[in-house]
């Protein structure tokens, strides 16, 4: 039997607890205990980018004539392990559970993230109306 050659998919896409405008606190590294706001979710790589932390410093060769060279300060993806979601009722660090509960102006059953803390549920702020 021939050997297809290896694929790297992920064995599952996982959906990030972690969403676009939640407030997290980052559990390791020089920023660890500091909080912040994601600016960027990155569901494939399992990583989050949170808004001023993990700043990394790039020192940038000229490239020809287009682009100059100097240092740059970049904001390196977070591993979602390294950062917990801060529940937006109780204030606490939490991790997630899923519910479905009515929600919105129709009180139609949703799957909604609830806290592990409080049992609230944790707001989705780039979610519109
Ligand atoms: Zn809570």
């Known amino acids: 039997m021939a050997v297809k050659q290896k694929e790297h998919k992920p064995l599952h896409l996982a959906k990030l607890n972690i969403k676009k405008g939640d407030t997290v606190v980052i559990l390791t590294g020089k920023d660890k205990g500091?909080?912040?706001?994601?600016?960027?979710?990155?569901?494939?790589?399992?990583?989050?980018?949170?808004?001023?932390?993990?700043?990394?410093?790039?020192?940038?060769?000229?490239?020809?004539?287009t682009q100059q060279g100097g240092v740059i300060e970049k904001a390196m993806p977070i591993h979602v392990s390294n950062v917990m979601l801060k529940c937006t009722e109780c204030g606490e660090r939490t991790r997630v559970a899923h519910d479905?509960?009515?929600?919105?102006?129709?009180?139609?059953?949703?799957?909604?993230?609830?806290c592990k803390k409080c049992g609230k549920v944790i707001q989705d702020r780039t979610r519109s109306s």
């Open 34 to 65: 500091k909080e912040g706001t994601i600016s960027r979710a990155l569901p494939q790589i399992n990583k989050v980018i949170v808004e001023g932390r993990n700043i990394v410093k790039k020192h940038i060769r000229p490239q020809g004539q």
């Open 100 to 114: 479905r509960r009515p929600m919105g102006a129709d009180q139609k059953k949703r799957v909604v993230r609830v």
